[in-house]
């Protein structure tokens, strides 16, 4: 079936994540009404990945979305400034993503070299026009394999391709739109000077709702197929879960490149889709929270806050007494899929195994919860 009104929009939105909700936002700003446009948003609320660990806060460097917060008046706050106690928290420390490794104080020097010198390529006027494979380029850099998995994990987590999927020169233009790289892993870290908005992105959010307009919005409308038609006119036809297509003369998929990989594109995928790399084949993503009675881990000068790349970890203190992150798989859950049960075991042992970096003995936690998704599979 097709939408009810048969409708034609100049613009499909594939995502009503802060990447589309701003897409349209800026479709209203330079061509007001002139343009219509409707988001698909394949969940019952927007928003997307917001308030995540990708997303928890800001760096100064982050001048869009500054500048996004001052026009629509979401004030930002540093870190600091939401604690307790500021002399505190500023001594409070992560745990070293070199944790355990009997190459670490090496694989870091190296990792903080290479770091360097990307920097430096893609701060330069024009970038180098390098068409090598990232994963080919970290194999001729860094001598250990330890530096070689946080870089491959840190472009993974980051930018959502898995090193083999991009050029270098791919690579050296997400760092620049990103400030640079180090600045991306320093997003994965904890910092006094990070920025939040005051009243949360759920604040930013509805406000750009608000903007856009909930009617352009089409909630609950997961897309399976976008087509390209062969008609003069040359339509999209965007088709949804359950079965609705809608019509557009142009479609922007603002959504991840994991969720991509879901839809069926006709007459052909875009180009930059290729093998997954075996040596970072993540294959699903265990998202998880424990709870404890308080933040017992800052008694004893850690911040909660946890990137482990040879354990594919990531967590952050979320709240008083809560741990919230991420376990990425690299085997095929989608055979466990009918209980709890795989993945509270899986749980349980990412805690254990936090608890053991933290306190000896572990921490007591009060509640743990957990789900689990397939990036690549329909559940």
């Not at 701003?22 to 988001?39: E, G, N, T, Y």
């Not at 949360?200 to 009617?215: A, P």
Request: glycine fraction near 6%.
């Amino acid at each position: 079936m097709s939408n009810s009104e048969e409708t034609i929009f100049d613009i499909l939105i594939i995502g009503a994540g802060l990447s589309g909700l701003c897409a349209a936002k800026r479709i209203q700003d330079k061509c007001c009404s002139q343009v219509s446009f409707k988001l698909l948003e394949q969940s019952s609320k927007v928003g997307g990945q917001l308030d995540g660990f990708q997303s928890r806060w800001i760096t100064g460097n982050h001048f869009h979305a500054i500048e996004l917060c001052r026009e629509l008046g979401c004030e930002l706050c540093e870190l600091a400034q939401m604690t307790e106690n500021d002399q505190a928290e500023k001594k409070l420390r992560d745990v070293d993503p070199w944790q355990g490794m009997i190459f670490g104080p090496l694989a870091k020097i190296e990792s903080d070299r290479l770091m360097t010198e990307i920097d430096s390529l893609s701060s330069t006027r024009f970038i180098i026009d390098d068409p090598l494979n990232m994963d080919t380029f970290l194999e001729r850099k860094l001598l250990l394999d330890e530096s070689r998995d946080f870089f491959r994990f840190l472009i993974k987590i980051s930018c959502g391709f898995f090193p083999n999927e991009l050029t270098v020169t791919d690579w050296l233009k997400f760092c620049r739109s990103m400030s640079s790289v180090r600045n991306v892993y320093e997003m994965l870290r904890v910092k006094g000077t990070h920025l939040v908005p005051l009243e949360g992105w759920s604040g930013l959010v509805e406000k750009l709702v608000r903007i856009v307009g909930e009617e352009n919005i089409a909630h609950s409308c997961k897309v399976t197929r976008l087509e390209l038609t062969a008609e003069e006119d040359c339509l999209v036809l965007v088709t949804d879960e359950n079965g609705c297509i809608w019509k557009g003369r142009t479609a922007i998929c603002a959504i991840p490149c994991d969720d991509l990989r879901r839809i069926d594109f006709a007459p052909s995928r875009p180009m930059f889709f290729r093998q997954p790399n075996s040596n970072a084949n993540i294959t699903h993503v265990s998202n998880f929270k424990v709870y404890y009675e308080t933040s017992i881990w800052k008694d004893h000068g850690f911040s909660g806050n946890v990137f482990l790349p040879a354990y594919r970890i990531v967590c952050f203190e979320r709240g008083q007494g809560l741990l919230e992150g991420s376990f990425f798989h690299m085997e095929n859950v989608s055979e466990h899929e009918q209980g709890d049960k795989f993945y509270r075991f899986i749980l349980k042992c990412l805690l254990h195994f936090v608890e053991v970096l933290y306190l000896h003995p572990p921490m007591q936690a009060v509640g743990i919860e957990g789900s689990s998704t397939d990036p690549f599979k329909e559940a």
